[in-house]
């Protein structure tokens, strides 16, 4: 438990930062003041925490400093993270099996949201599990996104199907079904090309990839990710919306957290369009995507040690 901890505390350190640099000194001992919710307020905005969440935190800490005139920052970032646990109940992505393998994953999205190095990462942490794995190379529209994938799957020794520039999506995600299929493979993960909502014949290409999936599987794919960048902050809301109503998804990856002090964005997102959030990228490397954890997110970002961490 205390290794995840450390990767959210370490991959949200952005998010953690902004907060800190406006409420230095709140959450380390002193009483709760007008002016220090004050600054706590602009912090929540800050992370991008948006307005019903930042409003329900401040209300919680106002009623209990009502309370209790001595209450202290400890106990205003314990409320916060409590806050976030309810507000976030539920929304832990559960990865699930298709009864007949492989278990199908399409991940979508728009360029550059991450979508084929979290492909590849979620390849390397599914096979770490123990489960057998074949990627689809199925972003044929760019050769560098082909060629990234197959640097990846050759530095982490992944399946790797794919063909050249250009070539049908469905049919390269047709064949590597078949693959996955005759391979007895627990998973097959589709990664795609990058998509605004406005291109129609991608969003096209996406409805035929499920089209002929389901040939051999009408079940599948099992699982429609929209990869988000995190640094988006709460403007990917429009962006998850649309593609929710063309492709019917099922969660969420949320990437590049490492990076922005934005990462309260995840929790608007969750309100918004209660898809279960999967996993977030934290980190460059593979061991950086990491499962979304409710418990590990709140602590992190109000600054809570874990309760395993070592004396």
């Known amino acids: 438990m205390f290794g995840l901890f450390k990767k959210f505390k370490d991959g949200l350190a952005k998010t953690v930062s902004a907060i800190a640099e406006k409420t230095r000194g709140l959450f380390s001992g002193r009483s709760i003041d007008a ?7 602009e912090a929540l905005y800050t992370a991008d925490f948006g ?69 590849a990462k979620l390849a390397w942490m599914l096979k770490q599990d123990g489960a057998t794995v074949t990627v689809a190379a199925c972003d044929t529209f760019r050769a560098a996104a082909v060629e990234q994938l197959k640097s990846w799957a050759q530095r982490l020794d992944l399946e790797l199907i794919a063909s050249h520039t250009g070539a049908d999506a469905a049919a390269v995600a047709f064949d590597a079904f078949q693959a996955a299929r005759a391979r007895a493979r627990d998973f ?52 998850a919306k649309v593609f929710h109503q063309s492709f019917g998804l099922t969660g969420l990856v949320v990437t590049k957290l490492d990076g922005t002090s934005r990462g309260g964005a995840i929790v608007g997102i969750w309100r918004e369009l209660k898809l279960p959030i999967y996993f977030l990228g934290l980190g460059e490397q593979a061991e950086d995507l990491q499962p979304f954890n409710i418990e590990n997110y709140a602590r992190a970002v109000f600054g809570i040690e874990s309760p395993a961490t070592p004396a």
Do not use: C, F, Y
């Open 35 to 41: 002016s220090s919710l004050e600054t706590l307020e």
């Open 51 to 119: 307005v019903a969440t930042t409003e329900e935190i401040l209300s919680e800490i106002k009623e209990a400093t009502r309370k209790d005139k001595d209450l202290r920052g400890q106990d205003a970032a314990a409320i916060g993270a409590a806050v976030l646990r309810r507000v976030l109940a539920g929304s832990e992505g559960v990865l699930t099996r298709a009864a007949t393998p492989p278990t199908t994953i399409v991940m979508i999205g728009v360029n550059g949201s991450g979508k084929t190095t979290t492909s």
């Open 188 to 239: 097959l993960i589709i990664d795609t090309a990058g998509r605004l909502h406005t291109k129609s014949n991608l969003m096209e290409e996406l409805a035929k990839i499920r089209r002929v999936l389901q040939k051999h599987d009408p079940t599948a794919p099992q699982h429609r990710w929209l990869v988000v960048d995190g640094s988006l902050g709460s403007n990917s809301i429009e962006q």
